[in-house]
C-alpha cells in the first residue's frame, strides 16, 4: 500500500510568486491533514479536510493560503503571493474514519514539501 | 487548551546506553499521544500511540512509552541505543484524533 506522497519535494521561490503543494493520501482515508514545521519551532495544524468539506481551518495563518480537495482525493495547498516567513516544511497527513474506532486515529505523514522563500 | 513540551531539544547517548526522551502533555480530555520519528531527508514516521488502552505501549525498533496520568507524561526510552536510531523524535497529544499538537522535537546522537 502507498503512503501518503507530496510533491515537490523541495522548492525555492522568491518573495511575492506563488507556489502549489501537492498531496496524495492513502487510498481510502478520508481525513487529510496539513501541518507546518517553521525551523526550530514545533509542527503546527494548519487544516483538516473529511473528504471534501473543510472540517477545521483554524490553523491557517492568513488568507494568502489556499487549500483545496476536489473530489475528496488529492490536496493542493497554495500560497500567494509568497512570504519570507511562509518558509518552512509542510507536511500532510491522512487518517481513516476516526470514528471507527480509538484505534484508527493515527495520522500517516508524508516525507513533506521543503520551501524556502527568498 | 492542549499543548506538548519535549525537555531536552538535543540529547547525546553512547551506543548501548538507556535512551529517554522526555514528552510533557497538557490536555483537559483523555488524550491519545504519540511517538513519531523523522530520520534524515525523510518523513514522520509512526513509532507508537497510546489510545486508551495499555499505559505501557511497545512500538517499533525497541521503543516503548509510559502513560502516566498523575505525571502528565508520556516518556520514550529504549534500553540499548543503536547508531540507527539517531533521528528526530516528535511527541504529539490530541483529544479529538484530528488536531495533532506536537512539541519542538527532540534530536538524538548516538555516540559510537
Known amino acids: 500500500e502507498a503512503g501518503v506522497t507530496q510533491f515537490p519535494s523541495h522548492s525555492v521561490i522568491e518573495k511575492g510568486q506563488t507556489v502549489t503543494l501537492r498531496c496524495d493520501p492513502i487510498?481510502?482515508?478520508?481525513?487529510l491533514y496539513w501541518y507546518r514545521r517553521v525551523m526550530g519551532k514545533e509542527i503546527k495544524f494548519l487544516l483538516h479536510?473529511?473528504?471534501?468539506?473543510?472540517?477545521?481551518e483554524s490553523g491557517m495563518p492568513n488568507n494568502r493560503f489556499l487549500a483545496e480537495r476536489t473530489g475528496g482525493t488529492y490536496s493542493t495547498l497554495k500560497v500567494q503571493p509568497a512570504e519570507l516567513e511562509d518558509s518552512g516544511v509542510y507536511f500532510c497527513?491522512?487518517?481513516?474514519?476516526?470514528?471507527?474506532?480509538?484505534?484508527?486515529?493515527?495520522?500517516?505523514f508524508g516525507p513533506g514539501t521543503r520551501l524556502l522563500v527568498l | 487548551a492542549q499543548s506538548v513540551t519535549q525537555l531536552g531539544s538535543h540529547v547525546s547517548v553512547s551506543e548501548g546506553a538507556l535512551v529517554l526522551l522526555r514528552c510533557n502533555y497538557s490536555s483537559s480530555v483523555p488524550p491519545y499521544l504519540f511517538w513519531y520519528v523523522q530520520y534524515p531527508n525523510q518523513g514522520l514516521q509512526l513509532l507508537l500511540k497510546y489510545t486508551s488502552a495499555a499505559t505501557l505501549v511497545k512500538g517499533i525498533n525497541g521503543f516503548e512509552a509510559e502513560f502516566k496520568k498523575s505525571e502528565t507524561s508520556f516518556h520514550l526510552t529504549k534500553p540499548s541505543a543503536h547508531m540507527s536510531d539517531a533521528a528526530e523524535y516528535f511527541c504529539a497529544v490530541s483529544s479529538t484524533g484530528n488536531q495533532f499538537y506536537f512539541g519542538t522535537g527532540t534530536s538524538l546522537t548516538v555516540i559510537p
Open positions: 479536510f473529511v473528504k471534501e468539506s473543510k472540517q477545521d
Open positions: 497527513a491522512s487518517s481513516q474514519d476516526i470514528w471507527s474506532g480509538r484505534g484508527k486515529v493515527t495520522q500517516y
Open positions: 487510498s481510502g482515508h478520508d481525513n
